[in-house]
Each structure stands twice: as structure tokens, then as C-alpha cells.
């Protein structure tokens, strides 16, 4: 069942009356990365504003889907809402938690699902009051109608139990003159049914952001504030700088939570010579239309964060002498000399900083960096913190995807995800976790950086089958930085943005496969990433490595199992490698 913009209060609402049967009714279970938590964080001050009690539950496959599903099962009756954030909508929820059945210990149970993941398995969007989907405005007009990919229970090929044909069946085939279908009519019916639904699964995407789904709830509920704007924000810009979003999409949502800017906050040049916008949470929240696409640039120095921002460095070819002294010469033209660029961001003179976007204006056509500038939203958070919403993305998803110190033992994924929640509070308290995040985030952008040097340099073999390429990473330095596979994802973006704007043209867009190594596990972490040959700049293109993968896996019996609520990221045993990847190779070959 869908609820639409507007109407997300009424389901709401239902939140609210069904709390009234316990203490704690209402269970979240978050995927770990940035846009979830800011979705978690939207949604969890709205329960205690209401005084409802909730339990709050990071899961980060569906192996945590069933851990969750058996703690649901051990206490029955305990819970009657289950929110699911970025982590149910592509599966059938209610078979996934065996809660279909009106004997079920979770019948009484009803989910709620705020994902953007696409697309949402069917069962979900068509069932008529136990599973709510929160739409997007988008997701329900795309939908099939279900008698366009489902087959009803009467097959076309009926049969008595002693193989016969049955008296139905019978009955239909002598029934031609009265309307009745016949047997080759429906087997094709049957068929165009089975294709269109398998082109409805055919490739993944992402729809609205969870956080910003949230924030419309909390318009509709009459309870905005600035800090939950504010967390809608990082949830749009984290989509587009993982590149989920393509730029046309992002500019209309910059748009939509501008105008919810102007309103809470108080423009500083109108505002009396007062610098900050009187708000209730000493939160101010401004508007900037030329945000540089420079990584973590206010925490950092100006050359660093050109080298390490994928924008600049792929374009440039930072990794290569000849693209570092195409940068050191953009930057004398700007009359930035290197040591001024090496120092802090803060440190700089005011007038250097002032100047800067329009420098860059002035010199980006010849570099190649037409689009460096892109409009984004600055936050003022008490008298001392000034962020970017670009430069917490870069902070949360460095918490959760800091390494682990020690090679040897398993990720605490819960902790890092307990770290990231907590440091977009926002609070002094919370300065240490974001600058800690901002530190681990420049780790593990420098070692995609040094990943992809040796990659160009042929240092590690990037192998081309017929329908992709693809880059095994096992017994290096970094290799605990990439089983992270959000990690591991931003590596093949540098990638495919090095091969798309690689001067000689030869490795243009072309889909990419990376695997890298978990020696603790012994599995792969396995991360695909769909390209076409001419795609152009800001363009996003639909996921089809998701029916490939699980195809190969079952056609070459490996052990495999999916590492995310994203079916184009999978983890495969180490001894199963070689057949999974001859089995994708014949895949996509032949196109399945």
C-alpha cells in the first residue's frame, strides 16, 4: 500500500495510535550509510516528541534480516511497527519475516517502508494494509499493474492429478464461441506476463532520498526545524556524490529544501547586521550556489583537497606527473602559490578564499572543469563549527566506514555505525566524532588514490572480458580499506571516471567489476558498477550487475550471498572466484 506527499501524517497517525498498546511498539531497522541515519535521526525525534517508545536496530543485509526477524520471533506481541529504513523495500517483506499467515507470532505486526532503493518488490507495493510504503512521488506511477506481471492461479496448462488435462481445461477449449481463451493464447500471455516482470527486476536505481522522505513527514506534521532540514540536506548530497543521483535530479531537490531554508532561516545580509539567524537550535542554515567540488575543503588545504576530490582528480589525472603539474599550473594562474595552498584552508588570506570561486570560474574551461562549482547549503552550528553538507558526508561516511587497526579481526561495523549517528548531533559535544570522521575519510580517499595509480600504472591487472572489466585486489596495503563496499564503490567511481576522460579514449564507460579480498572471512567483497559507452557527465545510468551476479552464482553453484540491500554488491567465497567470474563472463556475453 502506498501513501503520497501529503498524506504521509495519516500513516503516521496510525504509528501513533497503535503505540498506545505498549511501552515500546515501534522497532527502526536502519541500513548503515549516511542517508538512513539521517533518516533515523528525522524519524527518532519525531517519536520523542510524541513520547512513543522505539528501539532502534542497524542491519546491514539480509543475513541481519533474519537475526532480526528471529529476536521478532522471541518476543511476540512486544512490537506493532516495524520502520525499515533503505533495507526492505526490494524484498517481499512479509515472506521475509514468515508473517503472511494470520498464525503467524508477527501477524499483528504492520512495516512501514522508507527506501530508495528501486525497484520495490511488488508484493510490497500491492498488499493492501500490513506493508505502507512511503512513495515518492515517483515510485507508484512507475509500478506494472499486477495483472500485467502476475499470473493468476489458473495455469494455462492445467492437468488432472493422473496428468490429464482438467475438466476446467477441458472445459475452456470447447468453450471458443462463448470468449474463451485459447491455450496458445494464454501460454503467451503467460510469457509477456514472465517479461515484463522480469524487466521490471531487470536493473537497479535509487528513487528520493529516505532523509528527505522524512522531512516531508515532518512538513506535513507541522515540525520542522532547522538541525531535521538540515539532515535532509546531507541525506540529498550524500546521494549525489555517491553518484546515485544523477545532477538534473539533485538540482530539483536543491531546490525544494531552498525554499524551506529561506523560510526557517534569516538571510544574513537582510537580517540587521545580525550574523546569525535566530533559530531555536543555534543551528543557521545558508544557501550556496557555488560550492567548490573540492573534498573537505574548509578542514583541509586547497591542494589536497583538489588532488583527492574524484572530480578534479580523474579530469586531471592526479596519480600521473603530467596531471599534477596540470594542477599546480591551474593554480599559478589563479596566483595561488604552493605554499599558500598548502596550508590550512583557515589560514589562508580572507581575500584568497573570497576570490577562489570565481578563479575558478575564470580558468575551468581550459582544464576541463566546467562543472566544479555546484549549489549546496553551508550550516553555522553554535559560534565555532562551519560545514558544508558535502563535508559531512565525507565525515559521517568515514565513521562508518572506518578500517579496523588490526587486519586480522572482523569489522565493527554496529560501532562505527553508533559513532555516525551520534556525530550528527550536531552538538560541541559531537565536534571529536566529526573530526575524526573527516581524518578517516581522508585515509581512505588517499588509498583510493594510491589503488588507482596502480591500477593506470599496471601495477595491480585490470582484466577486459566481453561484457566488462574487472580488478581483483588481494595482498595489498590498503586491502583493509576496500571490504568496506561502499569503499570499494567509490574506488570503481575514480575508475570509470579515469577511463571516461582518459585523453586516448581507448577505455571509455565501460561496466566495471571490482572484487577485493577479506582475508578474515575468506570471501570477496564483490561491487559492480553498469556503464554505457557514451554516457554523458551527470548522467546516472540503472544497475544490471544485480541480475547478473545471481544468475552467475547459481549457475556456477558458488557460495554467495548478497553484502547489502543493493543486489549489485555481493560477497562470494574466495574458493568460488574463478567459476563465479567465468559463469558472469558467459553472461553477459550472450546478454543471458
Known amino acids: 500500500m502506498f501513501v503520497s506527499a501529503g498524506e504521509f501524517d495519516t500513516a503516521y497517525k496510525r504509528i501513533k495510535e497503535d503505540a498506545l498498546k505498549g511501552d515500546c511498539t515501534v522497532i527502526i531497522f536502519v541500513a548503515p550509510d549516511t542517508d538512513s541515519i ?47 529504513l533503505n533495507s526492505g523495500g526490494t524484498i517481499d517483506i512479509l515472506a521475509e519475516f514468515e508473517a503472511e499467515d494470520e498464525s503467524s507470532p508477527l501477524a499483528e505486526l504492520t512495516f512501514y517502508l522508507v527506501d530508495a532503493h528501486r525497484p520495490i518488490d511488488l508484493a510490497n507495493a500491492y498488499d493492501p494494509s500490513r506493508v505502507v510504503v512511503f512513495d515518492d512521488g515517483q515510485t507508484q506511477a512507475e509500478l506494472p499493474a499486477p495483472e500485467d506481471v502476475w499470473n493468476s492461479d489458473e495455469s494455462e496448462d492445467e492437468e488432472d492429478p493422473d496428468g490429464g488435462p482438467s475438466d476446467r481445461s477441458k472445459r475452456r477449449r470447447t468453450e471458443g464461441e462463448d470468449g474463451a481463451v485459447s491455450p496458445t493464447t494464454r501460454r503467451e500471455t503467460r510469457r509477456a506476463r514472465d517479461r515484463r516482470r522480469e524487466d521490471y527486476y531487470s536493473a537497479t536505481s535509487y528513487g528520493v532520498a529516505a532523509s528527505v522522505i522524512m522531512w516531508q513527514l515532518v512538513g506535513d506534521l507541522g515540525k520542522a526545524d532547522n538541525h531535521l532540514l538540515w539532515l535532509s540536506i546531507v541525506g540529498l548530497t550524500d546521494q549525489f556524490i555517491q553518484e546515485r543521483i544523477d ?55 586547497l591542494l589536497d583537497a583538489m588532488s583527492h576530490s574524484r572530480y578534479v582528480a580523474c579530469r586531471l589525472g592526479i596519480w600521473k606527473q603530467s596531471g599534477k603539474q596540470l594542477l599546480h599550473n591551474l593554480l599559478a594562474k589563479m596566483g595561488i602559490s604552493l605554499e599558500q595552498c598548502k596550508q590550512q584552508y583557515t589560514s589562508m588570506s580572507v581575500g584568497l578564499r573570497e576570490q577562489l570561486q570565481e578563479m575558478m570560474s575564470r580558468y575551468a574551461h581550459e582544464y576541463n572543469l566546467d562543472n566544479c562549482i555546484f549549489p549546496s547549503f553551508v550550516l553555522r552550528a553554535g559560534f565555532r563549527s562551519h560545514y558544508s553538507a558535502s563535508d559531512l558526508v565525507y565525515a559521517t561516511t568515514g565513521l562508518l566506514e572506518a578500517a579496523s587497526d588490526n587486519p586480522d579481526e572482523p569489522i565493527d561495523w554496529k560501532t562505527n555505525f553508533f559513532k555516525a549517528f551520534d556525530s550528527l548531533g550536531l552538538k560541541d559535544k559531537h565536534r571529536k566524532l566529526i573530526q575524526q570522521g573527516t581524518e578517516s575519510s581522508i585515509r581512505q580517499h588517499a588509498a583510493i588514490l594510491r589503488q588507482v595509480e596502480s591500477i593506470v600504472e599496471g601495477k595491480i591487472n585490470i582484466h577486459k572480458t566481453a561484457g566488462y572489466r574487472y580488478v581483483t585486489i588481494k595482498d595489498d596495503p590498503d586491502q583493509k580499506y576496500f571490504i568496506h563496499h561502499p569503499t570499494l564503490r567509490r574506488l570503481g567511481l575514480y ?26 572471512s575468506s570471501t570477496y567483497i564483490v561491487a559492480g558498477l553498469w556503464s554505457t559507452l557514451y554516457r554523458s557527465e551527470g548522467s546516472v545510468v540503472k544497475n544490471e550487475f544485480g541480475q547478473f551476479f545471481m544468475r552467475a552464482g547459481a549457475n556456477a553453484q558458488a557460495r554467495i550471498r548478497m553484502a547489502s540491500f543493493d543486489t549489485s554488491v555481493m560477497e562470494i567465497k574466495s574458493d568460488d572466484m574463478a567459476k563465479f567470474f567465468s559463469s558472469l563472463s558467459t553472461l553477459t556475453r550472450t546478454g543471458m
Open 38 to 84: 539521517c533518516a533515523c535521526w528525522i524519524l527518532t525525534s519525531l517519536l520523542k516528541s510524541d513520547f512513543i517508545g522505539y528501539k532502534m536496530v542497524p542491519i546491514s543485509d539480509l543475513a541481519d534480516l533474519l537475526d532480526a526477524k528471529a529476536m521478532l520471533m522471541d518476543n511476540p506481541g512486544d512490537f506493532q511497527t516495524v520502520v525499515m
Open 247 to 301: 545532477s538534473s535530479t539533485y538540482v530539483q531537490g536543491f531546490e525544494r529544501l531552498a525554499d524551506d531554508v529561506r523560510r526557517l532561516n534569516v538571510d544574513e545580509d537582510e537580517d540587521s547586521g545580525s550574523a546569525v539567524a535566530l533559530v531555536k537550535d543555534e543551528i543557521s542554515i545558508r544557501i550556496k550556489e557555488d560550492e567548490l567540488r573540492f573534498m573537505l575543503l574548509r578542514h583541509w588545504n
Open 495 to 520: 575508475l570509470m571516471d579515469t577511463f571516461r576522460f582518459n585523453k586516448e579514449g581507448r577505455k571509455k564507460s565501460y561496466p566495471l567489476v571490482l572484487a577485493a579480498l577479506n582475508p578474515v
